[in-house]
């Protein structure tokens, strides 16, 4: 990777069935809009393109939504049309998100040869009964089926998406799960914390409930989870984000180190030259080729400032001191050194020295305790 | 206008239990008079404030002149003073009293006589007014007009064989009360070619004419050039307009005289110096003595009030300024407490005065408020013979210094129907009520007598009145004097730090209760902070109830990916503001909403 790498986005907004949990952009839809939908992104990538000249693009990335009720020809014309209007890096790491029971293995054999190398495979948990309340549209036997047609597909990059901290989650099934997933050994596994967002049918159905977890018990899970993943000899580096030496994912590592990328697709939010901005969140707006940038925001010194901060600090190697005194010709000290002092103090970060430079990470409690670290990043 | 024909003034005003359709009948009346057409009116044209017109009340009393042409085929002026009807507001219904002669009794034709409705007819009787009864509401399905006019008869001692049956909802029966204002209430007395004598009935503040009078004159006249004198304060001046009232507007006239109601202005700049109830007469040529005045206004309840951002001091001095001004009735001194900063003690009617004090705040001066739980005058006997009126608990002396303490007590009516007499009293039971009687207006509702202490009933009586009953309770009360009481200052201490705004004073048999529920609220008010925060509540130093905020253990988004960036610093941004508007105790951020969660302590749990 160089200096001026960037990342493209591409936002797949279908799903067979909404999980109870999400609160995404996603919905079902019929064949022809889905066609309808990869023509008008090809166009939006064609349209963009002039952006990108000069800047190889390191990372792309297919999410949604479901990418994989997209047939191969569909995702090969999308790539088709991006490496004719944009330069690839030679390693350019290419994810595409998978569900359980949507793949099959000619799509899957499409989609390698049409340069897919990277597979993220949403499975959440192995427990029947938890499956069931999120509202997974797949059994834990049809991720195993899904699981070794990818690996039999040649793909030698997966992830797994697992949740935790679910009403009710017990250690027992947690570990369970995470056990199981060991054993196939995927290269990468990310946990996330469930999060009840507000008019999900799972938080119309728990908000209240004396099953959801507290804090402790949600963080109790976490530590052991972790611990679990690292002895496994999976070592996390983000929150979420655990990876086997040498995979962890380039295109999230990215996000928290605030490279560029452009998005397409509806609601995709983009990062470019300092700005930050979002395409239209209405399907029937982008079909109509509204690709009118919304939610348009410049970004000061001060907003960039802040965003290393809060982005370099979920991953567990930090934020490198030296590194923000070069980008922002500040003194790192002089800027945050009393924050730092205060979360030092309270143990919540500390300070370590790498290859000669000076970074600054998260503690254990720290990244419970993130949105507070990151809180004292915020300037006036 | 030439020489007003004095027997043709009609002075009146309209009073009601609140709910009983006041306002909606002074809306068709000044309809039905042709003010203004009914494309114009507004609902309630006589609610100025959106507050009044939003909650239905009305809150000032407010006045409006009319004419009408009646059967006999003369042109009658008629002044409609419009009262409010809650009892914090009794204050006012007096004054507007004293500037009439005759008053309009509106009673509901479903729910009958109620205790405000008795209230406000021993008030009219006692300012000597003629009072005629009207039935309201009489096209609900509900209505029994017959029953109510017997109940009239019998309970309140009005003839109401004939008193007018109206809806004013839809304009039926409007003529007829009309008629009967001018049939019933009589032409003001009074010599205007004595000697100025002018009752001020209010007073507000115009920026452009500095102090606009209201006034009723008794004798004499008042015209521009007048030079006038406030008999009370001694204030002078010469009169720049006079004038009457329509519907929202000033109307200025010629001269007024005897027997009217209208308003002055005399470039006076300072409202203290116009004191409601004072006589204005004729520096030149001044009558004998002032007219009876109206007694002073008792701040009932009392509570400190102070900016949720401390740099907005100074705003809400302002506007505590300028809103008294236009209530005399609101008192204010500024005060500093050691959680929340600098702010003002203030003095109200009632509860329902402070609610409507800390809207009007909220939303025409755009203040961001945080309140204080609400007290009453204790009396504190010190050991020395000093005696100390106390409105703000932190100042109570140390329990040595004390010799006994005082609270005020209330005469309560409250009016029920027979069957939820049980809870109702079981209720004043609780709040330590003193039963004295029952009197049975008809077989079906009663009016029950207690004694209740004032700092009882203005949290949430009206509320656990209105649940126990399932509406059907009205309540009045007038304080009745002060008892000597067993009183204790219960404090509460968060992460062993006193918070001087949340003390107060209770009785010492609630003071276990009270300090555990308000533990309870509060445990659920203050966020986790990196440490464990205990609530304590205490008596004298004695711990009587703890809580414990439990120490945060988690503060983390699973996900930040770039859709999720925007958002995640919008959120830091949130808990930043958040932040910077709590209020610093010790090492403990306290929010707020914290203050003023302890005011809605469910009494029924």
Known sequence: MTDTDIMLYIHIPFCVRKCSYCDFLSQPAGKDIQENYVDVLCRQMEETKDKAVGLPVSSIFFGGGTPSLLTGMQIGKILEVIRANYTLTEDCEISMEMNPGTVNPADLELYKKAGINRVSLGLQSMQPEELKMLGRIHTAQKFLESYEMVKKAGFTNVNVDLMMGLPGQSWEALGDTIEKIVAIAPEHISLYSLILEEGTKLYKEYADSDTLLTEEEDRALYHKACELLQKAGYEQYEISNFARPGFSCRHNEGYWRRRPYLSFGIGAASFFEEQRWNNTSVLKDYLRGDFTPQDHEALTEQDAMEEFMFLGLRTLKGICEDEFTRCFEEDFREVYGEAVDRLLAEGLVQERERSGSCWLSCTKEGLDLNNYVCGAFLLD | ?605
């Open chain 2, 1 to 605: 206008m030439s020489e007003v024909d004095q027997s043709r003034i009609r002075n009146f005003c309209i009073v009601a239990h609140i709910d009983h359709g006041k306002s909606t009948l002074a809306d068709r009346i000044i309809e039905k008079t042709g003010l203004l057409t009914s494309r114009e009116m507004q609902a309630q044209v006589l609610d100025n404030m959106d507050l009044e017109r939003e909650r239905g009340i009305t809150i000032k009393a407010q006045t409006v002149r009319i004419i009408y042409t009646a059967k006999d085929g003369k042109e009658y002026i008629l002044n409609l003073i419009d009262t409010p009807g809650h009892v914090d507001f009794n204050y006012e219904v007096s004054r507007s009293l004293a500037a009439c002669e005759g008053a309009i009794l509106v009673v509901d034709a479903s729910q009958g006589i109620e205790a405000q409705t008795l209230a406000n007819v021993y008030m009219a009787l006692e300012h000597d007014l003629e009072v005629f009864p009207v039935i309201n509401k009489i096209d609900l399905p509900s209505a029994h007009p017959d029953e109510v006019k017997e109940e009239i008869e019998d309970v309140i001692g009005l003839e109401a064989q004939d008193a007018p049956l109206v809806s004013a909802k839809n304009g039926i029966g409007i003529e007829e009360v009309l008629e009967a204002i001018v049939e019933k209430v009589p032409a003001p007395a009074g010599d205007p070619d004595g000697a100025l004598q002018a009752l001020i009935f209010d007073s507000i503040y115009d920026s452009y004419k500095g102090v606009i009078v209201f006034c009723r004159l008794k004798n004499g006249r008042i015209k521009k050039g007048t030079r006038v004198r406030m008999m009370a304060t001694g204030a002078e001046a010469e009169v720049v307009e006079v004038g009457y009232f329509a519907p929202g507007q000033f109307i200025p006239c010629e001269e007024l005289t005897a027997g009217l109601v209208g308003y002055f202005t005399a470039s006076i700049k300072n409202v203290k110096d116009t004191r409601v109830g004072d006589t204005v007469t004729d520096a030149e040529r001044p009558c004998a003595e002032p007219l009876p005045g109206y007694k002073k206004v008792q701040s009932m309840v009392y509570c400190g009030i102070y900016p949720a951002d401390a740099a907005h001091y100074s705003d809400l001095r302002d506007a505590l300024e300028k809103l008294q001004l236009n209530d005399a009735s609101l008192k204010y001194e500024p005060e500093t407490s050691i959680a929340l900063g600098f702010g003002f003690r203030c003095g109200f009617l009632g509860l329902l005065h402070l609610d409507v004090i800390q809207e009007r705040l909220e939303r025409e001066y755009d203040l961001d408020l945080v309140t204080t739980a609400p007290g009453v005058i204790y009396k504190v006997f010190k050991t020395n013979g000093e005696c100390i009126e106390l409105t703000n608990p932190s100042n109570l002396p140390d329990p040595s210094e004390i010799e006994h303490m005082e609270e005020p007590i209330v005469n309560a009516e409250i009016m029920v129907s027979t069957e939820f007499i049980g809870p109702i009293m079981q209720l004043c039971q609780e709040r330590r009520g003193r039963y004295l009687s029952t009197e049975y207006i008809e077989t079906t509702r009663a009016l029950l007598k207690y004694e209740l202490p004032l700092n009882e009933i203005i949290y949430d009586f009206f509320d656990a009145l209105k649940s126990r009953s399932r509406g059907y309770a009205s309540f009045d009360y007038e304080l009745k004097g002060y008892e000597p009481s067993k009183l204790v200052k219960l404090d509460i201490l968060i992460n062993h730090e006193q918070v001087d705004a949340l003390s107060f004073i209770v009785h010492a048999d609630g003071a276990y209760d009270r300090g555990r529920k308000m533990c309870e609220k509060l445990v659920n008010e203050i966020p986790r902070h990196l440490f464990e925060i205990p609530i304590q509540a205490s008596v004298g130093g004695k711990i009587i109830a703890r809580t414990t905020v439990r120490a945060m253990r988690k503060d983390v988004l699973a996900k930040c990916y770039g859709g999720d960036i925007s958002r995640k610093k919008k959120l830091l941004e949130k808990q930043k503001e958040g932040k910077k508007r709590m209020r610093q105790v010790g090492s403990v951020e306290i929010p707020q909403s914290a203050f003023m969660s302890v005011l809605k302590l469910d009494n029924d749990d």
